[in-house]
């Protein structure tokens, strides 16, 4: 019997995904491809891939930005509970046009189908909160250790860890006035003198 490989797994990429997301401090696709080399220099990420329904053993390995700055890398992620799964990256290297802004980020997500065969994730976040902190309190410490090693080698100010997160101008806004907010669903990552701190959500 043929098993499958972890990108190629029943629903493996479905659910939606568990994210760290940051934003370049300059508007420009050097900074994006900065944030990506650290980030998939990481030592628990093996990667990257552009496909993701081939398993990696079927294709070549390449380098982030080699092919294009924006769009979907894939690798594996081990987790804190040394579950090997798939995970991904996707960057935004937008320069705004009109009375659209400039957007330049980089996301690192998990899929839920994936976590799940790690983690008893359940129907987050749809169904039942009970027992939630049991995968998100080890998976957030997780993404905020990526986090962490991506700052040490390309600083950024601003990141969000959470279920597919969106970024606002005025949460960081609000951030940068010092007010940082007491209920937050997702967790802040935010620099201030040169020092990065994770502020972990407050709900599930």
């Not at 420009?28 to 891939?49: I, K, Y």
């Not at 799964?85 to 980020?105: I, K, L, R, T």
């Not at 991506?150 to 960081?172: A, K, M, Q, T, W």
């Amino acid at each position: 019997m043929q098993h499958k490989s972890p990108f190629t797994a029943e629903n493996v990429w479905r659910g939606g995904h568990y994210e760290l997301l940051i934003e370049a401090n300059e508007d420009s696709s050097e900074q994006v491809c900065s944030l990506l080399r650290a980030l998939w220099s990481h030592p628990s990420l093996d990667g990257c891939f552009l496909r993701n329904d081939n398993g990696p053993s079927a294709q070549l390995r390449v380098q982030p930005c080699e092919n294009a700055v924006a769009g979907h890398l894939y690798g594996l992620a081990l987790l804190p509970n040394k579950r090997l799964v798939a995970c991904g990256s996707y960057a935004m290297d937008y320069g705004g046009e009109g009375e659209f802004q400039p957007a330049h980020w980089v996301s690192f997500y998990v899929p839920l189908g994936a976590l799940a065969d790690a983690y008893p994730v359940g129907a987050y976040p749809f169904g039942p909160m009970e027992g939630v902190s049991e995968w998100k309190m080890p998976m957030d410490s997780f993404f905020a250790e990526v986090a962490m090693w991506v700052y040490d080698r390309v600083p950024f100010e601003f990141g969000l860890i959470g279920f597919e997160v969106v970024s606002s101008g005025s949460l960081l806004q609000t951030i940068r006035a010092g007010r940082m907010p007491e209920e937050r669903s997702d967790g802040i990552l935010w620099s201030n003198g040169g020092e990065l701190k994770w502020y972990p959500a407050t709900r599930p």
